[in-house]
């Protein structure tokens, strides 16, 4: 018998076919890992994440570089110069002082206010999508409560019981105040994946819910997360900012928004001291700016028609004008 050689062509052909995936494999696989947090090269990120970075730095070194805030040693109504870059308060305060002890009050308020918003959502958004039944209802109950009140009134009202206020207690009352919106979205995204597969397998296999929730629902809801602490913090900041304004902030602390309530009480307005009131109304302006941007890239992440928009639009108007040439 006289050995055949088989060509490369032949043996490719040979080889087995791979068995098709079937449909319960397709149905229980789970999502690919490693889908990243912010779109890759996004322009909205990285602006947004610059100016973010450059206002949390200048909270952080700024203040080992002037003045104490509170000195009234200088004197009052100095506009910009050389020795004081921002000018001082008509109590002599230094404004750039002031203004980098004003960052971290009010970057610590935004923080703080939101990590306990983004806990109550996770409490009253994803156990009560996960659980269902009476337990979706009863949490559910309260989460629509929480909507129909207004946020602000609310915590004007419970500021004003409280004669002293330090910058805690109103990080505290503006979280407990912002967490039903983001427990709603949170809600309903998890009733979405309590229904795949991937999910009914790790019951089936007996895995607690605890595990189940930690595990296979929980990394789905971090762009989602990550977006809805990011307005948390604007909600907290801008929040704190309005309540100072009023009157209704930390008492012994330095925000923006206390910064600004002193600029109301002492007529800068009124005297020309724009140096008073425009630094920290722009910092505010720019920190906001900032995580919005930031906000609306993750945005794309979760809905990719948002991330398509560009290409498509594009696409439409070289097709229009590719139109007009040829008409």
Same mark, same amino acid.
């Given at each position: ?16 076919? =791979?068995?098709?995936?079937?449909? *319960? ?16 090269? $996004? ?6 994440? *610059?100016? *973010? ?5 200048f909270a952080i070194i700024a203040p080992f570089f002037?003045? /104490?805030?509170?000195?009234?040693? /200088?004197?009052a109504l100095q506009p910009p110069s050389a020795e ?36 109550? $959502? ?5 156990? =009560? ?11 559910? %109950? ?24 330090? !910058?805690?207690?109103? =990080? ?13 979205? #949170? ?27 930690? *595990?296979?629902?929980?990394?789905? %809801?971090?762009?989602?997360?990550? =977006?809805?602490? #990011? ?42 001291? !724009? !140096? ?34 560009p290409d498509a639009a594009r696409r439409v108007r ?10």
């Amino acid at each position: 018998m006289s050995d055949t050689k088989l060509t490369p062509m032949q043996i490719v052909k040979e080889q087995p076919a =791979a068995e098709p995936a079937t449909t *319960v494999t397709l149905a229980t696989q789970k999502p690919k890992k490693g889908r990243g947090l912010l779109p890759t090269g $996004s322009a909205k990120f990285v602006v947004g994440l *610059v100016l *973010v970075l450059s206002i949390v730095l200048f909270a952080i070194i700024a203040p080992f570089f002037t003045q /104490n805030p509170r000195s009234t040693d /200088n004197a009052a109504l100095q506009p910009p110069s050389a020795e004081h870059w921002l000018g001082t308060t008509k109590l002599g305060n230094d404004m750039l002082a002031q203004l980098a002890i004003g960052a971290q009050g009010s970057l610590l308020v935004g923080v703080v206010a939101g990590g306990i918003a983004i806990v109550l $959502s996770l409490v009253f958004g994803v156990l =009560a999508g996960y659980l269902g039944g009476w337990r979706e209802d009863a949490l559910a %109950l309260l989460t629509n409560v929480m909507i129909v009140i207004p946020g602000l009134p609310l915590v004007m009202v419970i500021a004003s019981f409280v004669p002293q206020r330090s !910058w805690q207690l109103v =990080a505290f009352v503006l979280g407990i105040t912002s967490w039903a919106g983001a427990a709603y979205v #949170l809600r309903l995204q998890t009733r979405s994946l309590r229904t795949r597969d991937y999910v009914y397998a790790s019951k089936v296999a007996g895995e607690r819910s605890f595990r189940v929730i930690l *595990v296979e629902i929980m990394p789905n %809801l971090l762009p989602l997360l990550t =977006a809805q602490f #990011l307005f948390a913090i604007i909600f907290a900041i801008l929040g704190e900012a309005g309540l100072s304004y009023l009157g209704l902030g930390p008492n012994s602390s330095i925000t923006w928004g206390s910064i600004l309530n002193d600029a109301q009480s002492g007529q800068a307005l009124g005297r020309g001291a !724009w !140096w008073w009131f425009v630094p920290p109304g722009v910092m505010i302006a720019v920190l906001g700016a900032g995580l919005a941007l930031i906000n609306f890239a993750i945005d794309e992440v979760i809905n990719p028609k948002l991330r398509n928009a560009p290409d498509a639009a594009r696409r439409v108007r070289k097709a229009a004008k590719t139109k007009g040439v040829a008409a």
